[in-house]
């Protein structure tokens, strides 16, 4: 028997943390695109949903989390954690 241990990869850890936070599918796809940088009218334009829809799901994902602004949705469920 072999044990390997190595760094966990990002996206696997923001999967972890976004499960944690009890984040929906759409939500973490919606929390992707704004790592990305993505402004609301784009991310309701690549989703194919309104912005007022997009704007719903992030202030979803805003209460989960416990942050107010995009900058802290960012570093809170994908700065790397050691």
């Given at each position: 028997m072999a044990l390997v241990i190595e760094p966990t990869a990002r996206a696997d850890v923001a999967l972890i943390v976004a499960q944690a936070y009890g984040l929906s599918p759409r939500e973490l796809e919606i929390a992707h695109l704004v790592a990305r940088g993505?402004?609301?009218?784009?991310i309701a334009a690549a989703l194919?949903?309104?912005?007022?829809?997009?704007r719903g799901y992030?202030?979803?994902?805003?209460?989960?989390?416990?942050?107010?602004?995009?900058?802290e949705l960012v570093a809170r469920l994908f700065a790397e954690r050691f």
């Open positions: 993505l402004p609301t009218a784009e194919f949903l309104s912005p007022h829809t997009v992030l202030k979803a994902v805003f209460g989960k989390a416990g942050v107010s602004s995009r900058g």
